[in-house]
Structures are given as C-alpha cells and as structure tokens.
C-alpha cells in the first residue's frame, strides 16, 4: 500500500530516521511538512533569449498605444520562488512583436521594465503579438532578475494560437518548448474594445 506524506513522516519518526527537536510534536511536525509541500512551486521553464532583446526598456505597464491595431491584452501574474514565497522589487523586462508581427529594433515599442509589487504581483498592458516570420508560435519574451535568484528567461504562448489547433496539449509545436508556458485567454468586454486577459506567474530558482 501506497503511505501519503503524513503516514510516511510517521513511519519515519517511528524507525528513528526522521527525530523531532525539543518541543515539537510529531502532529506539528506533520502539518508543517504538509504546509511546505502545499507552498512549494515548481520553477518556470526557461526559454530561448532571442537576438531581439535590447537592454534599458523603459519603465511602463501601457506597452500599446490608443490607436494600435490587434486584439488588446492584459497580462498579470505575480513572482515566486520555488519555496512559494513572493519576490517583491523583482525586475520583470517583456518585449514582444507588434500585432504584425514585427519587433521595433529602432526604439522601444512593445518592450517595458516592470518592479513586482510588495506581494511580487506585476500586470502590464499590451496586444496579442503577431507571428513572427521567423518563428512559429506567437509569444512574449520575460527576463526576471531578482536578489538571490537566478535570472529567468522565459516567454508566454497563448493557447488561443491557431497552431495549436485549439488544444495545446494533443497539438503541441516544437517552436514552444513546454506546455507549461502555454497559457489560456480569456476575453472580456472593455469600453469601446474587447480585450484578453491571460495569467503568467514566474518561478524563479535560488541560487
């Protein structure tokens, strides 16, 4: 028979391979265990840099502009290490190509620097980007610093792709390295516009 995490831990004490410090019972022992499991998060997969990343981004969360052409989208999330625990005042850069497909190589359309909040939570506004002629899978490239980790690079797909043919999971495309960075939209009426939103939390790994 397979032993859940609690039973285990109690097997483990009783053999003598786990012992218990002065005052901590096995029953604590067990919640806390059972606590750390439930917080742990697993890290983000990485995900190729591209030759199109350009350093000093301004420090914006309106990436598009009133007039931009392409579905508008909002995308928030929030920045984690795999211990479960928010990493505020990390530095997230996104660049991405506009609704045509192209990357602005002469100025900064389409890219931004964002500072995590105190819970480590960050959003930013933008349009769903185009095909790039060079890759198949539309996508948002993410450069994640913070105190203590190790840098992640990473990008976001969009489970709404046409390539995936409306399931990431039974037509997966090696353009996108992990479905795990393949991220649903959802669309919601916004005043005069409609507008997608998608989640895209980071984890980052320790040093």
């Known amino acids: 028979m397979e032993l859940n995490r609690r039973d285990l831990l109690y097997k483990c004490m009783a053999m003598g391979v786990v012992r218990l410090g002065i005052g901590l019972t096995p029953a604590a022992a067990a919640e806390a265990w059972m606590r750390a499991e ?22 914006t ?80 490239h993410f450069l994640v610093r913070a105190p203590g980790q190790k840098p992640l690079v990473t990008q976001m797909y969009f489970a709404s792709d046409p390539v995936f043919k409306g399931d990431p999971a039974k037509n997966p495309n090696d353009d996108c390295p992990s479905i795990e960075l393949v991220r649903p939209i959802l669309l919601k009426d916004a005043p005069n516009t409609m507008m997608a939103n998608a989640t895209f939390d980071l984890v980052m790994e320790a040093l």
């Not at 439930?38 to 420090?59: C, E, H, M, V, W």
Request: hydrophobic fraction near 35%.
């Open 61 to 140: 969360a309106m990436l598009r502009g009133a007039s931009d052409p392409g579905l508008a989208l909002a995308v928030a999330g929030a920045v984690y290490s795999t211990r479960g625990e928010a990493l505020p005042g990390a530095e997230i850069e996104v660049w991405q190509t506009n609704h045509a497909g192209f990357y602005d190589l002469s100025g900064y359309r389409y890219r931004a620097k964002l500072v995590a909040g105190t819970s480590g939570q960050y959003d930013f506004q933008s349009v769903i980007p185009g095909h790039y002629p060079a890759r198949v899978c539309q996508h948002i």
């Open 38 to 59: 439930k917080t742990t998060r697993p890290a983000t997969p990485i995900d190729q840099l591209g030759p199109f990343y350009k350093k000093d981004s301004p420090n």
